[in-house]
């Protein structure tokens, strides 16, 4: 089993900013597509946004394209998840996942109207 650990979540208010991380152990990073998934209340949970371990390239949600910004930071072993003019529709526990297979306990993000 490989730890991931996100943190970062919180409260904001509709339009403002939160910076989620992904903590995991070792190359993790720089060897598994890490992506960030989503899960409302009484809802799925849906992907978000992901980046490849070749390359770096990403991808995102349509509904959340031009707003979040996933990164990483292979010397930290770390990966972000910039959310920017967030809605209040953002709202749920977000998860990050290493190749869909490892997965962290999740952060919520609540944002008010």
């Known amino acids: 089993q490989v730890p991931v650990v996100e943190s970062g979540g919180g409260l904001v208010q509709a339009g403002g900013s939160l910076r989620l991380s992904c903590a995991a152990s070792g190359r993790t990073i720089s060897t598994s597509d890490m992506r960030w998934f989503r899960q409302a209340p009484g809802k799925a949970r849906e992907f978000v946004a992901g980046?490849?371990?070749?390359?770096?390239?990403?991808s995102y949600a349509e509904s959340v394209k031009g707003r979040f910004t996933i990164s990483r930071d292979i010397a930290k072993s770390t990966v972000y998840l910039q959310m920017n003019s967030l809605k209040v529709e953002d709202t749920a526990v977000y998860y990050c996942?290493?190749?869909?297979?490892?997965w962290g306990q999740g952060t919520q993000v609540t944002v008010s109207s």
């Open positions: 996942a290493a190749n869909n297979v490892h």
């Open positions: 980046i490849s371990w070749i390359g770096g390239s990403t």
